[in-house]
């Protein structure tokens, strides 16, 4: 192996969460790119609510926990804080899960951790943190055989052996590359099925959510999703902490057999959030009304729109049987 050539996902965990890595930027995520929690407070308002239907589904117990995964800069959390009724802001323990350091002054009500918080009560949120698990690539050769795709540190790449053993296991299951054209690709994807997973069992009873860009099984992109993010632009991922290094998951996979699948659009929309426009009767009557209301039905329509944050998955997994009917009242709406 040439010097410094490593596999994409020991690449990527030193260039996103090493001591220089890119997530321990001062600047934070939202230096580099928008995401639904950035685009609106309408996300955090239907976060909120959601929150509002786990703690009536727990019976309101005495303490109920908000775990952010991938907390960014404690944003969605300090959203959320806004939003809660003041009976449920008393009893609610909001945990920011991040690596980055805590950032300075972020509501003295949220703790700040490394890792996730043990048999917690409550509602899991992880937005747009599995497309940060760090995986490794495949790429089928020549004669079609799938081969680990090694990165160097300047972004180059080069085919190493044959995928084997674990990696091989969830391609055939999964995203199948066996026989595929040359040059076809794959991210393996089961580090990030493992994160999820622990996250689940982080919970002693409420509900998991992670939402997130994700593909099915039948419409795996042939080339993969593999791509790098720096001050809003997409360019070549380089594992040199300089950019996100991110790709799309495979929710499918993560779902298991309790989980539920779900759109963003649907979800949202059964959360309340409406990007119809107000009606023109309001503007005569109210105008001051009628143009704040424009503004939120604008914001509303960017995080329902089909073609774009819309189209993100919402995966929701219920533990215990207190929240096991919330996927399906969503599904619903």
């Keep these: 192996m040439a010097q410094g050539t490593r596999t994409w996902r020991t690449a990527a965990e030193t260039a996103l969460y090493g001591p220089d890595g890119f997530y321990r930027r001062p600047e934070g995520p939202a230096g580099h790119f928008r995401t639904s929690v950035h685009a609106s407070p309408l996300y955090a308002g239907a976060v909120a609510r959601l929150l509002g239907r786990v ?34 802001a008393a009893r609610l323990r909001p945990y920011a899960v991040e690596r980055a350091a805590r950032p300075p002054g972020l509501d003295e009500r949220i703790t700040w951790l490394s890792d996730l918080p043990e048999g917690v009560e409550g509602l899991l949120f992880a937005n747009e943190w599995l497309d940060n698990v760090p995986l490794d690539v495949a790429e089928a050769d020549a004669e079609g055989t799938p081969r680990q795709v090694l990165v160097q540190p300047d972004g180059e790449e ?27 690709r794959a991210e393996i994807g089961h580090p990030r099925d493992a994160a999820w997973a622990r996250a689940v069992r982080s919970l002693r009873a409420g509900l998991a959510v992670a939402v997130d860009y994700t593909h099915g099984r039948d ?26 290094i991110t ?8 779902a298991g057999e309790d989980g539920t699948l779900l759109t963003q659009r649907q979800a949202l929309t059964a959360l ?15 105008p001051a009304a009628y143009v704040r209301a424009l503004g939120a039905a604008g914001e509303a329509a960017e995080l329902v729109a089909p073609a774009g944050l819309g189209a993100f998955g919402w995966l929701l997994h219920p533990v215990g049987g207190a929240c096991a009917g919330l996927p399906a009242e969503l599904a619903a709406g």
């Design 219 to 244: 419409h795996r992109p042939p080339f993969g999703t593999l791509t790098g993010f720096r001050e809003g632009r997409e360019v070549r991922p380089v594992p040199d902490g300089s950019c996100d």
């Design 158 to 184: 080069l085919l190493g052996e044959p995928v084997e053993g674990e990696d091989a296991t969830w391609l055939a299951r999964w995203w199948p590359l066996e026989g595929a054209p040359p040059g076809s």
């Design 247 to 254: 790709a799309h998951v495979a929710l499918d996979a993560c």
């Design 272 to 286: 309340g959030v409406d990007g119809r426009r107000p009606p023109l009767a309001l503007a005569s009557t109210d």
């Design 55 to 88: 703690d009536a589904a727990l019976g309101h117990p005495a303490e109920l926990a908000l775990t952010d995964v991938g907390a960014g800069r404690g944003e969605l959390l300090t959203g959320v804080l806004a939003q809660v009724p003041p009976e449920l």
